[in-house]
């Protein structure tokens, strides 16, 4: 690595771990989805990202249009890509990893794979999201629980593991238009 790249790789990561989460930090949602946009992330229309989201590898995630990430999210992209569709709302203190250590491998290694959350997904408070999976269009996640394998549409889980615990009857007409002040 010359120079000149290294010059680079310490701008982006000073600006990647300190610049970005400041910047999050600030109470507009205009500038937070300019400064999500400016590291990468792919923002749909009328999306929202309250204050203090954490992005890990940003060019990673997809977020669609309308959707709330609500405050003290993490959502991360080092594992595969992270994609979340519209209408979708993620509440307070969901982590969505695309990375995790392998606990069958000898040297701890980490493994990783795409996250998918379709069109109108509710995700509630303190949900855990592990890599490689996806969630149907119009489930819902209860809030506490540890998704570990695909959920259906349409259907409710909850519990760590998640397990099904109902379906969802609602017709999903509804457009997100969460932005509250200061928040």
Not at 52 to 66: A, D, E, R, T
């Amino acid at each position: 690595m010359n120079i000149l790249n290294k010059i680079k790789f310490v701008i982006y990561s000073f600006s990647l771990f300190i610049i970005f989460p400041i910047m999050m930090w600030l109470p507009s949602h205009f500038i937070r989805r300019m400064v999500a946009r400016s590291f990468g992330v792919q923002i749909g229309k009328g999306s929202s990202i309250l204050r203090n989201v954490k992005f890990m590898s940003p060019l990673n995630i997809s977020i669609g249009s309308q959707s709330v990430v609500n405050s003290e999210c993490l959502l991360d992209g080092r594992g595969g890509k992270l994609i979340i569709g519209n209408n979708v709302d993620i509440a307070r203190e969901t982590n969505i990893w695309t990375q995790e250590h392998d606990p069958n491998d000898d040297y701890h290694k980490g493994k990783g794979g795409s996250v998918i959350i379709e069109d109108y997904v509710w995700i509630a408070s303190r949900v855990t999201i592990l890599p490689n999976i996806r969630i149907g269009r119009g489930a819902v996640v209860a809030s506490g629980a540890v998704v570990t394998k695909d959920v259906p549409p349409m259907a409710i889980v909850g519990g760590v593991p998640a397990q099904i615990i109902g379906q969802r009857k609602s017709h999903l007409k509804y457009t997100l238009n969460y932005r509250p002040l200061f928040q």
